[in-house]
């Protein structure tokens, strides 16, 4: 609950005994209304291998700072963004989240951070009461399962179950073309990896239940070498391998796999292929079955169009997955602010639950902010790699409907509904 000021106290001494008591009690968040500017608090992994995770983040809300600011900013204050870096450390992660509203005063958070993160930073959220959107993490059961979902913390970003009935649609299908039954996985080895591996796998089986998995490949995040699991790959001897490493691990290993010839040997797919990742890879094997994380040309419209020349102007590289979902959460906060006419955290978690609103992004030009707190109906499809621009080609959008009906079954099975 939101709690307001005690008279005669300032907002120094205020601040003071929130930082004192932090360690033994979770101070409420104040909406800070005597401040002109409106301060938004980001979080993320800005350093080491994934920092594309954040600095795409980063670059993404900054371009929003300039729109919404040109625009009267939210409730006439001009916003700011204040950023810090997590390293990927999960305690780092929530003890930068409760700083940020605590110290820097920030109104509003922006959790950016990996999965890993994430459910970290969930918790600081329930404590504090602050509005979050969480805009990186795919771990299903963030904003799945009701015992982990809090009341006002919401998440834009593509969801682990939703990418797996997509996915599994899609290759089964091509499995069954190319007479593919023996697969590999490769994925890192945290909450994301394992998770979303496992509903792919379950899926997959649904629609192709003749599949083997001849191995299993589990290397840390941000792994500078991959060699020992390449060979293992390589050893097992898989017709097709599935891998969910992404952003720097993901163009280290095609580069390293490049080396033993790893893709003359197998068949691969992911869902994680984003445009600068696609610039890190020397030689970029064609026809790696991808799912669209951010295309240009998917949706093939003006707007979405726009959306990556601006970004490519602005910054110098493409734009990722994480991208486009940074954009959509500031998007959320700005039409959720309007419909509630406040920043309070009840408020603004009522104007987001069933939330529609216009973007570039979503399948018909809509996403809606569901009632389980998560988005559905943005763009996903599924295609192959082709070494030059579009890089990937012949996708297929997948079917919201039958994602929503698989979902709903998976959910059940989990007791999640």
Known sequence: MTRTRKPGLSRRSTLALMGAGAATFAAPWVAR????????????????????????????????????????????????????????????????????????????????????????????VRSLGVPCIHTNSETSSLTADPKIRAPTAFRVAR????????????????????????????????????DTTAQYLEFFKKFKPDIEIVTEAWPKLGQPDFTEVITKLIQAKPQALFTLLYAGDLSAFVNQGNIYALFAQMKVATPNVD?????????????????????????????NKAFGEAYLKRWKERPTNWSWQNTVAMQFYEAAIKKANSLDGKALAAALTGLK??????VDGTITMRDDHTTINYAIGWGQTTPKPPFIVDVKPSDWGKIIEYETEWKKQQKYI
């Open 357 to 362: 609103i216009n973007t570039p992004f979503g």
């Open 159 to 194: 969801q682990g179950v939703h990418d797996a009935v997509a996915g599994s649609i899609y290759l089964s299908g091509y499995a069954n073309t190319n007479k593919i039954n023996k697969w590999a996985t490769c994925a890192p080895d945290y909450a994301y990896g394992r």
């Open 275 to 303: 445009y600068p990742v696609l610039a890190a890879i020397k030689n970029l094997p064609a026809g790696i079955q991808s799912a669209t994380r951010y295309l240009e040309t998917f949706p093939d419209t003006p707007a």
């Open 33 to 124: 209304a005597d401040s002109k500017k409106l301060m938004i608090g980001m979080q993320s992994i800005l350093s080491g291998p994934i920092a594309l995770l954040g600095t795409s983040s980063r670059n993404a809300l900054l371009m929003e700072q300039d729109r919404i600011n040109a625009a009267g900013g939210f409730l006439g204050r001009q916003i700011e963004f204040v950023f810090r870096d997590s390293k990927g450390q999960p305690q780092e992660a929530a003890r930068l989240a409760r700083e940020l509203v605590n110290t820097n005063g920030c109104e509003l958070l922006v959790d950016a951070e990996a999965s890993s993160g994430a459910f970290a930073v969930q918790e600081v």
